[in-house]
Protein backbone atom coordinates (compact mmCIF):
# COMPACT_ATOMS: atom_id res chain seq x y z
CA UNK A 1 0.00 0.00 0.00
CA UNK A 2 1.50 3.70 -0.79
CA UNK A 3 2.46 5.62 2.05
CA UNK A 4 0.27 8.64 0.36
CA UNK A 5 -2.84 6.18 1.06
CA UNK A 6 -2.82 5.65 4.89
CA UNK A 7 -3.40 9.38 5.64
CA UNK A 8 -6.48 9.85 2.89
CA UNK A 9 -7.72 6.69 4.59
CA UNK A 10 -7.92 8.41 7.82
CA UNK A 11 -9.01 11.46 6.99
CA UNK A 12 -12.47 9.59 5.45
CA UNK A 13 -12.77 7.40 8.17
CA UNK A 14 -12.88 10.87 10.57
CA UNK A 15 -14.91 12.50 7.99
CA UNK A 16 -17.35 9.79 7.84
CA UNK A 17 -17.02 9.58 11.41
CA UNK A 18 -18.40 12.91 11.67
CA UNK A 19 -20.93 12.50 9.36
CA UNK A 20 -22.30 9.84 11.21
CA UNK A 21 -22.29 11.88 14.12
CA UNK A 22 -23.98 14.86 12.52
CA UNK A 23 -26.65 12.50 11.06
CA UNK A 24 -27.46 10.69 14.23
CA UNK A 25 -27.22 14.05 16.37
CA UNK A 26 -30.01 15.66 14.04
CA UNK A 27 -32.42 12.95 13.43
CA UNK A 28 -32.63 12.34 17.35
CA UNK A 29 -33.09 16.09 17.85
CA UNK A 30 -35.87 16.23 15.57
CA UNK A 31 -37.45 13.15 16.43
CA UNK A 32 -37.15 14.57 20.22
CA UNK A 33 -38.52 18.03 19.19
CA UNK A 34 -41.49 16.28 17.43
CA UNK A 35 -42.21 14.65 20.64
CA UNK A 36 -41.99 17.94 22.46
CA UNK A 37 -44.85 19.49 19.25
CA UNK A 38 -46.80 16.65 20.17
CA UNK A 39 -46.89 16.98 23.70
CA UNK A 40 -47.72 21.07 23.32
CA UNK A 41 -50.54 19.95 21.29
CA UNK A 42 -51.91 17.96 23.69
CA UNK A 43 -51.76 21.49 25.88
CA UNK A 44 -53.42 23.63 23.65
CA UNK A 45 -56.20 20.92 23.04
CA UNK A 46 -56.55 20.49 26.92
CA UNK A 47 -56.65 24.54 27.51
CA UNK A 48 -59.00 24.33 24.14
CA UNK A 49 -61.42 22.39 25.89
CA UNK A 50 -61.48 24.68 29.37
CA UNK A 51 -62.28 27.74 27.32
CA UNK A 52 -64.58 26.11 25.21
CA UNK A 53 -66.41 24.63 28.36
CA UNK A 54 -65.89 28.30 30.45
CA UNK A 55 -67.96 29.57 27.56
CA UNK A 56 -71.16 27.48 27.92
CA UNK A 57 -70.50 28.20 31.66
CA UNK A 58 -70.39 31.83 31.25
CA UNK A 59 -73.81 31.38 28.93
CA UNK A 60 -75.18 29.60 31.62
CA UNK A 61 -74.20 32.26 34.32
CA UNK A 62 -75.82 34.81 32.42
CA UNK A 63 -79.50 33.74 32.56
CA UNK A 64 -79.02 34.04 36.10
CA UNK A 65 -81.16 37.23 37.37
CA UNK A 66 -79.16 39.74 38.40
CA UNK A 67 -75.59 37.89 38.19
CA UNK A 68 -72.60 40.34 39.36
CA UNK A 69 -71.63 41.60 35.62
CA UNK A 70 -68.32 42.66 37.41
CA UNK A 71 -67.58 38.96 38.21
CA UNK A 72 -69.17 37.82 34.74
CA UNK A 73 -66.96 40.68 33.10
CA UNK A 74 -63.51 39.65 34.26
CA UNK A 75 -63.89 35.93 33.11
CA UNK A 76 -64.93 36.85 30.05
CA UNK A 77 -61.83 39.36 29.67
CA UNK A 78 -59.17 36.90 30.76
CA UNK A 79 -60.90 33.89 28.28
CA UNK A 80 -60.33 36.37 25.30
CA UNK A 81 -56.59 37.25 26.77
CA UNK A 82 -55.55 33.71 26.90
CA UNK A 83 -57.11 32.75 23.52
CA UNK A 84 -55.06 35.06 22.22
CA UNK A 85 -51.89 34.02 22.31
CA UNK A 86 -50.65 31.10 20.40
CA UNK A 87 -46.94 29.93 20.46
CA UNK A 88 -45.06 27.89 17.95
CA UNK A 89 -43.88 24.81 20.42
CA UNK A 90 -40.62 24.76 17.54
CA UNK A 91 -39.98 28.39 18.66
CA UNK A 92 -40.92 28.61 22.24
CA UNK A 93 -39.31 30.78 24.42
CA UNK A 94 -39.12 31.04 28.25
CA UNK A 95 -40.47 34.36 27.81
CA UNK A 96 -43.65 33.14 25.82
CA UNK A 97 -44.22 30.14 27.92
CA UNK A 98 -44.41 32.82 30.95
CA UNK A 99 -46.41 35.09 29.23
CA UNK A 100 -48.44 31.84 28.13
CA UNK A 101 -48.64 30.45 31.88
CA UNK A 102 -49.28 33.94 33.14
CA UNK A 103 -53.15 34.62 31.16
CA UNK A 104 -53.96 31.20 31.70
CA UNK A 105 -53.26 31.72 35.42
CA UNK A 106 -55.49 34.61 35.49
CA UNK A 107 -58.05 32.85 33.74
CA UNK A 108 -58.36 30.47 36.40
CA UNK A 109 -58.49 32.94 38.81
CA UNK A 110 -60.96 34.53 37.63
CA UNK A 111 -62.88 31.15 37.04
CA UNK A 112 -62.43 31.03 40.67
CA UNK A 113 -63.77 33.96 41.42
CA UNK A 114 -67.08 33.25 39.16
CA UNK A 115 -67.43 29.80 40.82
CA UNK A 116 -67.42 31.17 44.80
CA UNK A 117 -69.99 33.73 43.28
CA UNK A 118 -72.14 31.17 42.36
CA UNK A 119 -72.71 30.50 45.97
CA UNK A 120 -74.99 33.47 46.03
CA UNK A 121 -77.18 32.07 43.13
CA UNK A 122 -79.73 29.12 44.53
CA UNK A 123 -81.07 28.49 41.07
CA UNK A 124 -77.37 28.27 39.60
CA UNK A 125 -76.58 25.70 42.13
CA UNK A 126 -79.29 23.94 40.76
CA UNK A 127 -79.16 24.02 37.31
CA UNK A 128 -78.77 20.47 36.22
CA UNK A 129 -76.84 22.31 32.84
CA UNK A 130 -74.18 24.01 35.38
CA UNK A 131 -73.57 21.27 37.28
CA UNK A 132 -72.66 19.28 34.48
CA UNK A 133 -70.18 22.03 33.08
CA UNK A 134 -68.73 21.97 36.89
CA UNK A 135 -68.36 18.52 36.59
CA UNK A 136 -66.27 18.78 33.08
CA UNK A 137 -64.48 21.59 34.38
CA UNK A 138 -62.95 19.71 37.83
CA UNK A 139 -62.15 16.81 34.86
CA UNK A 140 -60.87 19.24 32.14
CA UNK A 141 -58.25 20.96 34.51
CA UNK A 142 -56.94 17.43 35.77
CA UNK A 143 -56.00 17.11 32.12
CA UNK A 144 -54.44 20.52 31.44
CA UNK A 145 -52.10 19.39 34.62
CA UNK A 146 -51.70 16.11 33.10
CA UNK A 147 -50.83 17.52 29.49
CA UNK A 148 -48.40 20.15 31.25
CA UNK A 149 -46.53 17.70 32.93
CA UNK A 150 -45.94 15.29 29.69
CA UNK A 151 -45.00 18.65 27.62
CA UNK A 152 -42.00 19.46 30.35
CA UNK A 153 -41.26 15.26 30.55
CA UNK A 154 -40.93 15.60 26.80
CA UNK A 155 -38.80 18.54 26.63
CA UNK A 156 -35.93 17.55 29.23
CA UNK A 157 -34.54 14.21 27.03
CA UNK A 158 -34.40 17.26 24.28
CA UNK A 159 -32.43 19.78 26.40
CA UNK A 160 -30.47 17.30 27.32
CA UNK A 161 -29.61 15.82 23.87
CA UNK A 162 -28.63 18.98 22.76
CA UNK A 163 -27.18 20.53 25.81
CA UNK A 164 -24.36 17.97 26.85
CA UNK A 165 -21.24 17.83 25.40
CA UNK A 166 -20.02 17.13 22.23
CA UNK A 167 -23.72 17.36 21.32
CA UNK A 168 -23.87 21.40 22.17
CA UNK A 169 -21.60 21.36 20.16
CA UNK A 170 -23.51 20.26 16.59
CA UNK A 171 -26.69 22.12 18.37
CA UNK A 172 -25.36 25.53 17.84
CA UNK A 173 -24.03 24.02 13.79
CA UNK A 174 -27.66 23.17 13.42
CA UNK A 175 -29.77 26.15 15.31
CA UNK A 176 -31.09 23.63 17.92
CA UNK A 177 -31.92 25.61 21.11
CA UNK A 178 -32.77 24.70 24.51
CA UNK A 179 -37.00 24.91 25.34
CA UNK A 180 -38.48 26.08 28.49
CA UNK A 181 -40.34 23.83 31.06
CA UNK A 182 -43.54 24.81 32.46
CA UNK A 183 -43.34 26.54 36.00
CA UNK A 184 -45.90 25.77 38.24
CA UNK A 185 -48.53 28.58 39.15
CA UNK A 186 -49.18 29.08 42.66
CA UNK A 187 -52.15 26.37 43.51
CA UNK A 188 -51.59 24.64 40.38
CA UNK A 189 -51.62 21.30 41.92
CA UNK A 190 -55.48 22.24 42.72
CA UNK A 191 -57.94 22.26 40.24
CA UNK A 192 -61.03 24.61 41.21
CA UNK A 193 -63.09 24.66 43.83
CA UNK A 194 -66.46 23.77 42.01
CA UNK A 195 -67.93 21.66 45.04
CA UNK A 196 -71.57 23.73 46.33
CA UNK A 197 -72.93 22.91 49.43
CA UNK A 198 -76.20 22.39 48.59
CA UNK A 199 -77.71 21.91 52.32
CA UNK A 200 -76.37 25.55 53.45
CA UNK A 201 -79.32 27.64 53.83
CA UNK A 202 -79.87 30.39 51.28
CA UNK A 203 -81.00 34.18 52.95
Given at each position: ?????????????????F??????FN??????N???S??W???????????????????T?????????????????A????T????D??????????????????????????????????????????L??????T??EN???T??????????????????F??????????????????????????????FD??K???
Amino acid sequence: MKKWLIPVIIIVVIVFGFYRWGVNFNNTAVRLNENISESWGNVQTAYQRRNDLIGNLVNTVKGAADFEKSTLTAVIDARAKATSINIDPTKVTPQQLANFNKVQGGLSGALKSLLVTVERYPDLKANQNFLKLQDELTSTENQILTARTRFNEATKPYNNHIKTFPNSILAGLFHFESKPYFDAEVGADKAPDVKFDFNKKEN
